[in-house]
């Protein structure tokens, strides 16, 4: 079974300090771990994914996160907040489903304001 | 997008009273899921589908049924509602990506169950 704990229901930084959004994940196996945003009103956007590859993963809009495997951490950052970065995030990990497709556990959550 | 369109996108309706709600893809994707999206809950799974008329549950699926009849439309319905059922829905489609499947979610839709 697999897991996700976000830290920190809400987030404020200010325009231009570095974010950083906590994410640990428990999983029995090796896992695949995302992270998406959500602006207001609108689905879920891929931000980026650790798939076992390089354990420091870039996304878009110049987030990036490091897989941890002895802290079991996938936090993400940015080094200088814009406005625009103003949405809510969510940690996922994956697991199998009983027909072998990737299930997606999600976190609760972490909405994110930047103060100007 | 995906190539993911949800119907409608918002909904008022009243306990009692059948909903269903429509999700359609473009792009002959295999696997389709629902969730639902709560306050301090994160994203629920409510169903999956891995194939035409091949459909599982997931964590949070008393109250929902699906159907899928074809590949490109994945229906949940309600078949009473409940004020408990006031929610966010999200439909997703699953690509392959590297020997994964990842997770590409279409705009949602927003029930009040009143």
């Known amino acids: 079974a697999q897991s996700v704990t976000q830290l920190g229901s809400h987030v404020s930084v200010s325009e231009g300090a570095l974010v950083l959004l906590r994410c640990n994940y428990s999983?029995?196996?090796?896992?695949?771990l995302f992270w998406y945003v959500q602006y207001p009103n609108q689905g879920l956007q891929l931000l980026l994914k650790?798939?076992?590859?390089?354990?420091l993963v870039k996304g878009i809009n110049g987030f990036e996160a490091e897989f941890k495997k002895s802290e079991t951490s996938f936090h993400l950052t940015k080094p200088s907040a814009h406005m625009s970065d103003a949405a809510e995030y969510f940690c996922?990990?994956?697991?199998?489903?009983?027909?072998?497709?990737?299930?997606?556990?999600f976190g609760t959550g972490t909405r994110l304001t930047i103060i100007p | 997008d995906a190539g993911i369109t949800q119907s409608p996108r918002h909904k008022v309706t009243e306990t009692g009273t059948p909903v269903t709600l429509r999700c359609h893809q473009t792009?002959?994707?295999?696997?389709m899921y629902w969730y639902r999206q709560d306050p301090g809950h994160g994203l629920r799974l409510i169903h999956y589908?891995?194939?035409?008329?091949?459909?599982d549950k997931g964590e949070v699926s008393d109250g929902y049924s699906v159907s899928r009849s074809k590949t490109e439309d994945f229906l949940l319905t309600l078949e009473s509602a409940t004020s408990s059922q006031t929610s966010v829905y999200f439909c997703?489609?699953?690509?392959?990506?590297?020997?994964?499947?990842?997770?590409?979610f279409g705009a949602g839709t927003r029930l009040s169950v009143l």
């Open positions: 997703a489609i699953s690509e392959s990506w590297g020997g994964k499947n990842i997770q590409y």
């Open positions: 999983s029995s196996v090796p896992p695949y």
């Open positions: 589908s891995y194939g035409v008329k091949d459909t």
């Open positions: 650790y798939t076992s590859a390089a354990t």
């Open positions: 792009e002959n994707h295999r696997y």
């Open positions: 996922a990990v994956s697991g199998k489903s009983n027909f072998g497709n990737e299930k997606l556990t």
